[in-house]
Structures are given as structure tokens and as C-alpha cells.
């Protein structure tokens, strides 16, 4: 068992595991309500202090009904190691979705538009606030479902996300290799030497990848595969 002040949970109740952080299945003390618990590790303060911090500034400016919510900043008890205390998806992503055997071949075409509806409109608010995810894709869009018994969809993990000035550009290299603009690819995964600038531009190429997923069922591109056919694909 760990805790925070405010919250606990158990070990075993494991929601999903990054290379910085685990997100567990937890509970408020007094109330039994559920949320999911961000644990963040050793790694994570071998980063620069303001990339720790992106995470959770990201979240403070975000309130939106299709990004998962951010609703406390604690530390755990023994190891002060920083936990964020978030929204609780109880259906899983929309990963775990295209996984069952049902959609194999894609998602049923009213379940589709809820997820290009759901992610749009989150990615929408997004921009409102000149930020860029950085990392989309159906594992980091979490599902619930609304008291109408319809699916909604929210944008979760901002460990990649930062704030961008109106044209503003990056070079760092963030993303899942599936999901990647082509000019990262090529940085990130076949090792060419250039120092392109990246912008928003990055996260629709992954919301394009995303959506054809859905449609689909498979991937456009699958990794170790070596150069990508990306405008014949896309």
C-alpha cells in the first residue's frame, strides 16, 4: 500500500507503466472515490526541473470534458516522490478498444464519429492555449462512458506536452514511432542528421495515424520497418 496525504493505493492496482512515471488505480481517503494516480520515479528527476514541472502546468490551464482532468498535486508518503491525482477512465483507451476481436476491422461507424468528435474537440482546446501534445495516439486517449450510455473520449499523458508562441518551433524529439511526423521519424528512427524545427504540425500527422487506426483496425506504418511510404499512405 502507499499513499499521500489525501489518497492510497495498491501496487498490484496498476493502470499502465511509462518510462518515468506508473499510473495507478487509487483512492481519496475519506470519500472511496476513485482516481487514477500518477507515481513518478527515480528517472523522471534526472530531468531538467522545468520539464518535470511541463506536466503539471500543462494540466493547471486545461479544463475540458475530453481531457482527462487534473484535480491534485501530492507526494507520497515515504519516497516525496510528486503524484498527480487525475481523472479515473474505468473503460480503458481507445487501445484496449481496437483490441478486442469486435473491432478488428475498425471501429462501427457511430463509434468512429464519436472518437474524430471527442479528440477534435479536445485537441481544439489544446491550441487554444498555444500547447502541443506531442505524443497522440489510442493509448493516451482514455475512454468513459456518459450518463447518456454513449463513449467519451478525453486526451490524457502531457509528460511530452509543452506551450508553443503563436509559429513557435522545437527540435527535441518526442513521440511513439507509429504515431510520428515524418521529418521525426526519419531523426528518431532511421538516425538522418538534420536539425529540422517542428510545430503543431507534429500532432496532426498523429491524430491522421490515430484516426486511420480507428477507421481501420491496423496501422499505415509499422515500426522497425525501415524508410515509411508516407505520402502514398497518407
Known amino acids: 500500500m502507499q499513499s499521500t496525504t489525501n489518497y492510497l493505493w495498491l501496487i498490484s492496482d496498476l493502470l499502465g507503466q511509462g518510462a518515468t512515471a506508473n499510473v ?11 482516481y487514477a494516480v500518477k507515481v513518478f520515479n527515480n528517472l523522471s528527476f534526472l530531468r531538467p526541473l522545468d520539464v518535470q514541472m511541463r506536466e503539471f502546468e500543462v494540466l493547471k490551464k486545461l479544463n475540458h470534458k475530453n481531457i482527462v482532468k487534473l484535480f491534485a ?14 481523472e479515473y477512465c474505468p473503460c480503458g483507451s481507445l487501445y484496449t478498444v481496437l483490441e478486442e476481436a469486435s ?5 462501427p461507424e457511430d463509434e468512429f464519429l464519436i472518437v ?9 482546446h489544446l491550441r487554444e492555449y498555444g500547447i502541443v501534445h506531442r505524443d ?7 475512454r468513459m462512458i456518459g450518463e447518456d450510455g454513449r463513449s467519451v473520449y478525453k486526451l490524457t499523458d502531457f509528460g511530452a506536452a509543452r506551450e508553443l508562441e503563436d509559429d513557435e518551433q522545437f527540435v527535441s524529439l518526442y513521440g511513439t514511432e507509429e504515431y ?22 507534429v500532432d496532426l ?15 499505415p506504418f509499422r515500426p522497425y520497418e525501415g524508410p515509411r511510404r508516407n505520402k502514398e499512405v497518407m
Open 24 to 34: 495507478y488505480r487509487g483512492r481519496h481517503k475519506k470519500t472511496g472515490d476513485l
Open 73 to 86: 498535486v501530492e507526494e507520497e508518503t515515504n519516497t516525496r516522490h510528486k503524484v498527480l491525482v487525475m
Open 103 to 107: 473491432n478488428a476491422y475498425g471501429l
Open 116 to 124: 474524430l468528435h471527442d479528440v477534435v474537440a479536445g485537441m481544439n
Open 136 to 142: 497522440i495516439k489510442p493509448g493516451n486517449i482514455m
Open 180 to 201: 510520428l511526423h515524418p521529418d521525426m521519424y526519419e531523426r528518431a528512427v532511421l538516425r538522418k542528421d538534420h536539425q529540422k524545427k517542428y510545430g503543431a504540425t
Open 205 to 219: 500527422w498523429s491524430i491522421g495515424v490515430t484516426f486511420y487506426h480507428a477507421a481501420t483496425g491496423s496501422l
